[in-house]
């Protein structure tokens, strides 16, 4: 009986710990109010380079190109903007909300070198960006 009453005490700790797991996750990913304090989130991003150029892609899925502002700060390419709910959404019943919403703010470490030309664009809901290398 013992060792009963300790596996329905370890499995109520466990499910009190998951609940608790739960709560923080929805409340790191609560919608902040738009620029209150500094960013609310970073995306992932990678970073390749190839002989030419470097490639950075950030995850943005749901960003548009209009809400990005890219700026090189010094060895920074800095990314930078808002996911916001489109508005036909804001007064909808929330059921989950895994996609941070607000301003965001990413700071790209660049591989040292200088560069001449910055592209991107949108594709599959990453930013891809292309910095050509100067020889």
Not at 38 to 55: H, K
Not at 87 to 107: D, K, M
Request: charge should be neutral; hydrophobic fraction near 40%; proline fraction near 8%.
């Amino acid at each position: 009986m013992a060792d009963n009453d300790s596996h329905r005490w370890m499995w109520g700790e466990a499910l009190d710990v998951l609940a608790r797991a739960e709560r923080l996750h929805r409340q790191l990913f609560q919608p902040a109010p738009a620029r209150s304090r500094g960013p609310s989130w970073e995306p992932p991003v990678d970073v390749l380079e190839t002989a030419g150029e470097v490639v950075i892609m950030a995850a943005l899925p749901g960003v548009s190109e209009n809400a990005l502002t890219l700026v090189i700060d010094g060895p920074h390419l800095v990314i930078s903007g808002e996911r916001t709910l489109p508005g036909e959404l804001r007064t909808a019943v929330i059921h989950r909300l895994e996609l941070p919403q607000g301003y965001f703010e990413r700071r790209v470490p660049l591989p040292a070198g200088r560069y001449d030309q910055v592209r991107h664009k949108t594709l599959n809901g990453c930013l891809v960006v292309t910095l050509r290398k100067l020889a």
